[in-house]
């Protein structure tokens, strides 16, 4: 394969950057003595280097110098500061990722070097649990092989998939905000349960398994979800009632509403 013996890094590790690299050591693509990471706030720093194992700096230029593949995980407003700081360093023989939301590639590659290869990525915060949806998108100068790499890095944390780049705002707004979605709707429905006399733990416990079967048996039987939704809906039954007080708070407009607002602040960060 071809990562192997290469050197990953880190800039930036923050809440996606540690995700990212906690998941990725934990798969055991990369040993953590070939991880190094650079950030300004030293403390996560030292989480990651006592928890992970992994080479950390204060020192942006560290990472990029020992590293063959590096990812940029700062915000997408100090992307091009960031990028300023080391792209003379940034050789020919090195892959860059991207994972800051909205930024074009042509907009990263045209900060760097000519001939930078540069691969953009949508992870989200799953990676942590190695049950990310990542989507990658590959720059001009990319390689089919640099597509790969980065794609068997993200599958290492979940699963990704390969789309052109029109569509990254769609996967921004979809699974790379979505677990925001999600958590708040676990929440939610353990306080109903909560409400009704389930003690908080078993509550979350249920509602997030539930989370999971559901989300599961969508990915694993190939079903439409209404088709799934209608085998749990008896007629006069318990379920039918709950579903009519989603729709009379108008929840799957939410939903989607939620999704296209934040692919359009993706397309904001582009400009
Ligand atoms: N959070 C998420 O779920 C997802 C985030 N992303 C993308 O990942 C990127 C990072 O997001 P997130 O992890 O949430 O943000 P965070 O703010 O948690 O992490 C960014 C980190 O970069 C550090 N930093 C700031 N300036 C520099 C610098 N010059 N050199 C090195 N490090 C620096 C920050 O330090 P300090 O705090 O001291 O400024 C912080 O620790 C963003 O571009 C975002 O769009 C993509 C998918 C999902
Ligand atoms: O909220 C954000 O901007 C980042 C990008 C996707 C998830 N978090």
Avoid: W
């Amino acid at each position: 394969m071809s990562l192997e013996g290469k050197k990953l890094g880190f800039i930036g590790t923050g809440k996606m950057g540690s995700a990212l690299i906690k998941g990725i050591c934990g798969s055991g693509l990369f040993s953590p003595s070939n991880v190094y990471a650079s950030d300004l706030y030293e403390p996560s720093l030292d989480e990651l280097k006592q928890n992970a194992g992994i080479n950390v700096s204060t020192d942006n230029k560290v990472t990029v110098i020992n590293s063959d593949v590096v990812v940029l995980a700062v915000k997408p407003q100090i992307l091009r500061k960031v990028i300023e700081s080391i792209k003379e360093d940034v050789t020919e023989d090195k892959l860059v990722i991207s994972i800051a939301a909205g930024v074009k590639l042509e907009d990263i590659e045209k900060e760097f070097n000519d001939g930078t290869r540069v691969v953009r990525v949508m992870p989200n915060i799953a990676a942590t649990v190695a049950e990310a949806a990542s989507a990658i998108t590959q720059g001009q100068n990319a390689s089919k092989e640099d597509a790969e790499d980065a794609l068997a890095i993200f599958r290492s944390v979940g699963s990704a998939i390969q789309v052109s780049e029109n569509l990254m705002d769609a996967v921004t707004g979809l699974s790379g905000s979505g677990p925001a979605y999600i958590f708040p709707v676990i929440e939610a429905m353990a306080d109903g349960a909560v409400y009704e006399g389930l003690d908080r733990n078993s509550a979350l416990i249920l509602a997030a398994q539930t989370v999971i079967g559901a989300a599961k048996m969508v990915l694993e039987t190939g079903m439409h979800p209404g088709e799934l939704k209608d085998m749990v809906t008896s007629p006069a039954g318990t379920t039918i009632r709950g579903v009519r007080i989603l729709e009379e708070y108008g929840v799957r407009a939410a939903f989607m509403n939620a999704v296209i607002e934040s692919s359009n602040r993706s397309k904001e960060l582009a400009k």
